[in-house]
């Protein structure tokens, strides 16, 4: 995992306020009902029964999500970055399909189109 990313993991992550119990005893459940997406990319292939117990980066962040309370965890890896443009590109696309499955889901839309999602986002930042 990029040390930025466990830097930022062990700063929101703070006894008594994003997990934990209060003084009182009450369970402090903060992030309950968000949800939490993480994407990371590699340069292998982990998905092979051979190699997957190399995966660490996913399965920590989605482990620690899980652990802040979030309600709905999930992750996509975008495998094979360094190998022929074929794998690559297959990858990108398979990769690119799960993220707009979870936003159908997320956002109860039939269609997402990236592209749109993407210069909405630059419109929004322009204003």
């Known amino acids: 995992?990029?040390?930025?990313?466990?830097?930022?993991?062990?700063?929101?992550?703070?006894?008594?306020i994003?997990?934990?119990?209060?003084n009182d005893g009450q369970i402090i459940k903060p992030n309950t009902g968000k949800r939490a997406?993480?994407?990371?990319?590699c340069r292998g292939i982990y998905s092979t029964q051979s190699s997957s117990v190399r995966e660490h980066v996913l399965s920590l962040s989605n482990l620690?999500?899980?652990?802040?309370?979030?309600?709905?965890?999930?992750?996509?890896?975008?495998?094979?970055m360094a190998m022929n443009e074929e794998v690559k590109q297959n990858n990108?696309?398979?990769?690119?399909?799960?993220?707009?499955a979870i936003?159908?889901?997320?956002?109860?839309?039939?269609e997402y189109d990236l592209?749109?999602?993407?210069?909405c986002n630059q419109k929004k930042s322009t204003k």
């Open 1 to 16: 995992m990029p040390a930025i990313v466990k830097a930022w993991f062990d700063s929101v992550m703070q006894r008594g």
């Open 18 to 22: 994003t997990f934990g119990k209060r």
């Open 37 to 41: 997406l993480t994407l990371i990319s």
């Open 64 to 80: 620690e999500f899980q652990f802040m309370g979030y309600s709905d965890v999930r992750g996509i890896l975008a495998e094979g």
């Open 92 to 100: 990108l696309n398979k990769s690119t399909q799960q993220v707009q």
């Open 103 to 110: 936003a159908r889901v997320w956002y109860r839309r039939d």
């Open 115 to 119: 592209v749109s999602i993407s210069l």
